[in-house]
């Protein structure tokens, strides 16, 4: 396969990707929230135009990632534009993304797709295509180039052998490496509070360094089994955070609510002030305002937000990222 693109001649195109995104109204703030610490952006409606890369697969809410090669007003000069790069391509599948704002009939998307496809040197391949391309009209751009979707390996972990009955979910669980992380794969991130791990499979799935702690031995268990059963390998520490001394980059504290795990105050506060010690970016999910006891530990709030649980009115989750006050 041999691909040589150049960059389109239309104006406005300072971008090298357009990201697709997808959530409901429960998630939106959490969306919001992710995107600011992945990409440093705010969301417009539910696509974003980025110079950052981001393999989709790494959130729940991206759902493509579309290469932005080529870019023009008019849908025939980017197809001449297409023609002109003579591009050969073994086993591509061409796709149709659809944006706010794009009134092209269906028949007609589907003309278009027709005209790439005749326009690319090679086998058009629909099941196993060893590339695939992505079509789109954008915010008044016809758009063209590469498409990377999410995997959907990652809701594997949804069949888990071990969960608890309130374990934050899969989507929360990525959200927060990402907040974590801030797309840094080279952080070291620690998962104070692990449980059953959902957060570390999220983050061992997407390549980041994660460690777990877990006071409780029979969690520490499982959340092992969990994470073998995936073949994953990061280390578990069986202890009381505090008695933790290594250095983070982040850490993420899923506290123990009064459901299931009974923490009293003084148990958050402890979390919270041993895991302080430990990293200077904290990513701290509760049910209660904790702002107090985050700035008791000499932090400072950067961000938070709101998720509530779908179907559950009252319940809700809140998310704190906070650093160390210089
Ligand atoms: C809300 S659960 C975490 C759930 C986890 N995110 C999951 O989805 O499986 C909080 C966990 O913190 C653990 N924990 C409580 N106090 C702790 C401490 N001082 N050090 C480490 N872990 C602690 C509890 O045993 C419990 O498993």
Redesign the pocket.
Known sequence: MSLHFKKGTMPNTDHTYLYKFNFDATELELCSLEVKCLFDASLVEKHLFSEIEVDPSQSAFIKSRLKTTFSSTSFDSLLNEIKNQNIHAELFKVEYLVFKGDETPNQERLQKLRDIGYSIEGLHEYYQPTITYGLCYCDGLWYFGALLKDSLDWHKHQQKPH??S???GVNM?KSLVNIAAQNNKGASLL?????????MLEACFSGNTIEG????HK?YVR?KANLAHFQYTSTIHH????ELNKKYDAAII????NL??L?TNE?VA??IQ?TSRLADRLVIVSISDISIIINQVGFQVMASCMVRKKGKTKFARRIWVCERRK
């Open positions: 969960s608890f309130n374990s934050i669980a998962d104070a509070c692990c449980g059953m791990g959902t957060i702690c877990e006071i409780n969690t959340a202890k009381d955070v505090k899923d506290l123990p609510y299931f795990t923490a148990e402890h979390i041993s």
